[in-house]
């Protein structure tokens, strides 16, 4: 009997990353990890010169765009110069976005965009970092650039991540967030980034274009049900 | 706990309550001004440059109605501007009882052609509007010994997005934002913050669509048509009343089973 093996390699294809605000504590840990994935080239960018820069760094096979705000905590810093200044970061941000959107069509290449952002109910777990206007903007500008930008081949993202062990280091915090974990998670500790990788690396491999343009809340079902 | 038989909105219950409605001489909010009135309560309806708008408003009401009506020009993302017109309304009527943040534009077109200037237009008079205006009032509100209201009028654009309307998307997204950060900051405080998500409603916005678009938005939707002024201006007694006491940085759809 003759038994015939049918392998199905996935074709090579060269990846960049792009990481939007590569200083902040999230990117710092991702990066290592990040850089273990074959086939990967990364940049760092730091705005504004960003787009002159990564226009000869553009791939064929994809180009994924990370984009890590610094966590701002609105609850704590909400006041007029906090909106004027948001107001400013998305105008920005925006404006950013669109230019690399155009560049990257113009060149018939396709685009990722992943957006980091917070989870309200993550607040009275512990002192945590929140942004619900920045989140929900962002959240609503990719859903709309997924349904208007799906058929150029540009997918949008957001992982809504539960509180970060990067950014709850100090012991007391983290004793209070296990106390508090209990009735509600799984787990009991802060996210790691190592599981953030695998999603990542899953977007950049293409496996999730269906789902272009979805919040994906990511954790340990803590705080689910954004 | 003892309850009228209906208690949704109290016959009497708006009455002398100070409401500020921003935007509010043309469309929506005029349809909400001119509830609060007949409800007998006294508003303050700011709009940022129609000037003509406000003053034919003003005509078409009655006399009683217009004794309790003050057409104010505020623009809503002005926080200096705001927070005059607050000690205004503390020196005219000692208090402010609600706040509907529901001043806003749009400036529609695909994300790739869509000029800076028309971002930043309506991020600025949307998004900025109702953090601005809502920063300038919390302190008088939250000074009232009564329960306060403060109801921000955001879009199922800000919701599920929609092509088109990156702009306009954003700026409604992060209103439904700033009502989960301000119905958290300030639950203590008496005031109840909530958010009304009106689909498409008949108003100039939608006048100045294609008609083959709300055609096509009216059969995406489970009523078959387009929404009224006066349904969400009833939504929006409905959470400033009675009927939404218990609820705080709730999003409340009013779309008419819009598919999304």
Known sequence: ???????????????????????????????????????VRIHPIILPEADTAVLNEFETGNNVFLISTPFFDEFT??????AAFLLEYLNSL?????????LLAQQGKPGTFIFFTTNPNVRGFLKY???????????????????????????????????????????????TYRKKMAAHAMSKMPLKVDGINSIIRSICEGNLSLVSGSVLPVGYGSVLGY | MGMDPCWVIKGNEMTAKTVLVTGGTKGIGKAI?????????????????????????????SSDLNNRLWIKQCSASDYQETVSL??????????LDGVVNNAGINSDSLFLDMELDAWTKVLTANLGGAMMTSLATIDLLSR??????????????????????????????????????????????????NCLVPGLIGTEMADDMPPGKVAA???????????????????????????????????????GGFFK
């Not at chain 1, 990481?19 to 990040?34: K, M």
């Not at chain 1, 925006?94 to 155009?102: E, F, G, L």
């Not at chain 2, 607050?86 to 208090?95: A, F, L």
């Not at chain 2, 092509?163 to 700033?178: D, E, F, P, R, V």
């Open chain 1, 1 to 39: 009997m003759a038994v015939w093996v049918l392998r199905i390699e996935k074709a090579i294809t060269m990846t960049a990353i792009f990481l939007l605000n590569a200083t902040t504590p999230l990117i710092q840990e991702l990066f290592p990890l990040l850089n273990e994935m074959p086939d």
């Open chain 1, 77 to 82: 810093d909400f006041n007029p110069g906090y």
């Open chain 1, 94 to 102: 925006v404006a950013w976005i669109q230019q690399m959107v155009r």
């Open chain 1, 129 to 175: 970092p929140i942004s619900p206007i920045l989140d929900e903007s962002l959240h609503a500008f990719l859903k709309t650039l997924s349904k208007e930008l799906h058929s150029l081949n540009f997918h949008f993202y957001a992982l809504c991540l539960e509180p970060l062990q990067c950014l709850v280091k100090d012991p007391i915090q983290v004793r």
């Open chain 2, 33 to 61: 001004t001119v509830e609060f009135l007949r409800l007998g309560a006294r508003v303050i309806a700011t709009y940022a440059s129609d000037h003509n708008a406000a003053e034919q408003f003003k005509l078409t009401l």
């Open chain 2, 86 to 95: 607050c000690q205004q309304i503390e020196t005219q009527w000692g208090q």
């Open chain 2, 144 to 193: 009232n010994s009564k329960p306060t209201f403060l109801i921000n009028i955001s879009s199922v654009s800000g919701l599920y997005g929609r092509a088109g309307q990156a702009n306009y998307a954003t700026s409604k997204g992060g209103i439904i934002g700033l009502t989960k950060l301000l119905a958290r900051k300030y639950a203590g405080r008496n005031i109840q913050i």
């Open chain 2, 217 to 255: 938005i009216e059969e995406a939707t489970f009523l078959k048509r387009i929404g009224t002024v006066q349904e969400v201006a009833q939504a929006v007694l409905f959470l400033a009343g009675t009927g939404g006491s218990y609820m705080s940085g709730s999003i409340l759809s009013l779309d």
